[in-house]
C-alpha cells in the first residue's frame, strides 16, 4: 500500500490513473468507470488535479476491498456530481479558471500556435493553387499575427472578466478585435508584396523557427512555472474592501451567474456580516472558499456558452462569406480556413445549446 502510494504523488496525466485503476486489481472495468467519471469532470470544467487527486484517493479503497469500482463506488456520473457537491461543501475552488499569462508564457503559447497555423496554411495553400503558387511576404508574417490575436483575445478576457461586469467585459474584448483586426490590415498594407513564384512548401520556412523558439522558452519557462495564486490567511486578513473584490473577482470567474446574481450575493453577504458585527474574512472565511460553496448554476452557464458559440458562428460565417464574395474563386485558403472555423464553431454550438435544452 505504502509503495502504491508513493508512486502516485506525482501522478498528473489521467491515462496514467487509468493504468493505474486497472492494475489495482487487474480488470480494465475499473479504468472504464474512472474514464467515464473522468470525462464527466472535465466536461463540467474540473480542474486536472483536482480530478486526479479525487481519483487517486479511491486507490487505497478499491485495494483493499477487491470489488469492482462501480459495485464500490456506484454509477460513475452521479459519483462525479456527488464529488462536486463535496467540493463545494468544502469550498474548494475546483473549477478551471482562464489564465493569465506572463509575457514570456504568452510567447511560448504564440509560438506553438504560430507553427500550427503555419502548417496549416502550407497544407490549404497546396490545396487550392497547387505546388507553384505566388508567394506574399503577408502569409509569411499570418502565422505569427493570428496566433497572437487568439491568445491576445483570450488574455483581455481574461482581466476584463477578473474586473468587470459581463457586458463590460465584452465590450472591451470586442474593443480589442476590432483594435487587432485594423493593426493586422495596416500591417499586411505596409508589408504587402510578392516574393516571387514558387512551390507552396516555401510557406513552411518559418515553421522550424517557430518550433525552436517553442522549445527554447518551454527551456527557460520550466524552473519558472508558479501555481496559480489563491488568497490566503496566511498573508494576514484582507480589509473588507479587498475582500469584497477578491469575492467579486471569483464568483465572476465561476461563469456561471449573472451579474444581477453577484451583486445580490455580494449585498447579502456584506449585509449579514455587519448584522453580526463580524468581519467579512471571520465570518465567511476567504473569499475563494466563500465563492466556491455556492451550487453551479449549470444551467446558466449552458446558456451563456451556447450563446457564445451562436455569436461566433456567425463572425465566422460573415467572414467566410465576404471571403467568398470577395475572391475570384470560392476555392482560396481564405475560404478553406474560414469554412473549417465554421465547422468547429457549429459543432460546439449545437452541443452547446443541446447541453442547455437538457439543464
Given amino acids: 500500500m505504502t509503495e502504491r502510494t508513493s508512486e502516485t504523488q506525482e501522478i498528473v496525466d489521467l491515462t496514467q490513473v487509468n493504468k493505474l485503476f486497472q492494475a489495482t486489481r487487474g480488470d480494465e472495468r475499473d479504468a472504464d468507470w474512472a474514464r467515464t467519471v473522468e470525462g464527466r469532470l472535465m466536461l463540467d470544467g474540473v480542474k486536472l488535479s483536482?480530478?486526479?487527486?479525487?481519483?487517486?484517493?479511491?486507490?487505497?479503497?478499491?485495494?483493499d476491498a477487491h470489488e469492482p469500482a462501480k459495485d464500490l463506488f456506484g454509477d460513475p456520473v452521479l459519483w462525479a456530481r456527488e464529488q462536486q457537491e463535496r467540493w463545494h461543501e468544502s469550498g474548494i475552488q475546483a473549477y478551471e479558471?482562464?489564465?493569465?499569462?506572463?509575457?514570456?508564457?504568452?510567447?511560448?503559447?504564440?509560438f506553438f500556435g504560430a507553427f500550427w497555423v503555419t502548417v496549416a496554411m502550407a497544407i490549404v495553400t497546396l490545396f487550392s493553387?497547387?505546388?507553384?503558387?505566388?508567394?506574399?511576404?503577408?502569409?509569411?508574417?499570418?502565422?505569427l499575427v493570428i496566433s497572437a490575436a487568439a491568445i491576445g483575445v483570450q488574455q483581455v478576457w481574461s482581466k476584463a472578466a477578473r474586473t468587470s461586469a459581463h457586458v463590460t467585459a465584452v465590450i472591451w474584448t470586442a474593443a480589442f478585435i476590432i483594435g487587432v483586426a485594423f493593426a493586422a490590415a495596416g500591417l499586411a498594407t505596409v508589408i504587402d508584396g510578392s516574393a516571387g513564384t514558387g512551390s507552396a512548401l516555401w510557406y513552411l520556412t518559418p515553421a522550424p523557427i517557430y518550433a525552436l523558439l517553442y522549445w527554447v522558452s518551454g527551456i527557460v519557462l520550466k524552473d519558472t512555472t508558479k501555481r496559480p495564486q489563491r488568497y490566503s490567511s496566511d498573508a494576514g486578513e484582507p480589509t473588507e474592501g479587498e475582500w469584497i473584490r477578491q469575492l467579486g473577482e471569483h464568483l465572476r470567474l465561476r461563469n456561471?451567474?449573472?451579474d444581477r446574481q453577484i451583486r445580490v450575493i455580494i449585498d447579502e453577504t456584506c449585509a449579514y456580516a455587519k448584522e453580526a458585527g463580524t468581519s467579512l474574512n471571520g465570518e465567511f472565511g476567504t473569499s475563494e472558499s466563500y465563492a466556491a460553496s455556492f451550487a453551479p448554476n449549470t444551467a446558466y452557464r449552458a446558456r451563456r456558452a451556447a450563446w457564445g458559440w451562436t455569436a461566433g458562428s456567425s463572425l465566422v460565417a460573415a467572414l467566410l462569406t465576404f471571403s467568398i464574395i470577395n475572391a475570384d474563386s470560392p476555392l482560396t485558403w481564405q475560404a478553406a480556413i474560414f469554412a473549417l472555423l465554421l465547422t468547429g464553431t457549429l459543432y460546439y454550438m449545437v452541443q452547446s445549446w443541446q447541453q442547455a435544452a437538457k439543464r
Fill in 129 to 143: 493553387d497547387g505546388w507553384t503558387t505566388n508567394l506574399r511576404w503577408t502569409m509569411f508574417s499570418l502565422p
Fill in 50 to 63: 483536482d480530478a486526479t487527486d479525487a481519483l487517486l484517493a479511491l486507490l487505497p479503497v478499491l485495494e
Fill in 256 to 258: 456561471d451567474l449573472s
Fill in 97 to 110: 479558471r482562464p489564465e493569465l499569462l506572463s509575457a514570456g508564457r504568452f510567447l511560448h503559447y504564440t
